[in-house]
């Protein structure tokens, strides 16, 4: 696919049309407004909520943002899977662990309060949960705020169209409200998907 288009103009500038591609395999942008309908329908796993907020055209928003960095958060978190601890609900995970919003409150401690990494074991206690804080590295507090807005955000937003009923031009304007809101184009093409 790559290279029909140069094949076919070298060779005469013969005209073509491509069919049965997805739009997302031609779009950036296409790619990751399918990644965020798809969260919904999904259990606010690593990967599915991580490609969404660190598609190019949805981290460009953050300027100070790091997908490496995020990714690396979310492993030393352990966020794996669920929304909150309302979703490890009737399964082996009594505690509050291995979901966004536990990582998102370590990381929001970790701006004030001293964890591991200064070798502070101490932990903070709140609603009878305990959180170790994840300190924020120097340098890195415009990034944590950034990405505990942005994933907060895509939770409430799949969660609002969870089982919502809207007419059909309810659902276009909250599309188009929704995809202003985290798409920000990266290149012409982006803007031009965009509109």
Known sequence: QAHTASVFREAYDIPYNLVDLSLSSESRLAEAAGLLLDLPFGRFTRQELLRVAAHPCVIGRFSDADPAEWLDWCERLGIFHGADQADHCDTYIERDLCNWDQGVKRLAL????????SG????????????????????????????????????ADARFCRGRELTVDGWILFLQELFRSYFVPQTEEDERDFL
């Open 120 to 155: 502070e074991e101490r932990v903070y206690e709140s609603g009878g949960e305990r959180y170790l804080p994840e300190e924020t590295p120097p340098g890195s507090l415009a990034s944590v705020a950034g990405f505990a807005a942005l994933v907060r955000s895509l939770i």
């Open 110 to 117: 970790g701006a004030f309060l001293s964890g591991r990494q």
